[in-house]
């Protein structure tokens, strides 16, 4: 199983709505995001920077390559393309981070 972290931006002012809707997430895309391997999944906020912070563990990173051509991931993010930095097809701006230490 791989770590994955990740960074995103969230627009300014719209930490509760992001919230809200996290709160509220699809249960048919949560039962996506697990079907292809994800688990223990968490998103951070720095308030200060409005930086989205992504951690998740994953058995396989070759399935979460998949993601984006899946309606269901496209219709989330076009959900959400409102409130955070986005691309041209509504999936967030997002930055893999390297792993520099862990604890198990």
Known sequence: ???IAFKMKLLPGCAEEYKKR???IWPH???LL???GISDYSI???EETNILFGVLKADKVSEIDKLPQNLIMQEWWEYMDDIMETN???SPVSTLLKDVFYLP
């Open 29 to 31: 895309l949560v039962i």
């Open 22 to 24: 996290h709160d509220k």
């Open 88 to 90: 041209a097809d509504s």
């Open 1 to 3: 199983m791989e770590r």
């Open 44 to 46: 951070f906020l720095d």
């Open 34 to 36: 697990k079907e292809t």
